[in-house]
């Protein structure tokens, strides 16, 4: 998956759409943020990358995963 320029809103919605996950974000900011890059179709994949490319923890119960 490509992204250029793409609010994590939309990278976020994505995931759930496609993975069948809820997201819950602590920090309503983080939103706006834009992520530009390739990523491979792998929610652990793409969750870790999000990650370290915006300092958050994510945590993952049932079917929701959470990102302070």
């Not at 998956?1 to 320029?5: L, N, S, T, V, Y």
């Given at each position: 998956?490509?992204?250029?320029?793409t609010p994590l809103k939309e990278i976020f919605q994505l995931?759930?759409?496609t993975?069948?996950?809820k997201?819950?974000?602590k920090d309503q900011d983080v939103l706006e943020k834009e992520f530009?890059?390739?990523v491979v179709?792998?929610?652990?994949v793409m969750v870790?990358?999000?990650?370290?490319?915006?300092?958050?923890?994510?945590?993952k119960k049932v079917n929701t995963i959470y990102l302070n």
């Open positions: 998956i490509i992204f250029d320029h995931i759930e759409d993975y069948g996950v997201i819950e974000v530009t890059g390739e179709q792998d929610l652990d870790t990358l999000l990650e370290k490319s915006f300092g958050l923890e994510a945590s």
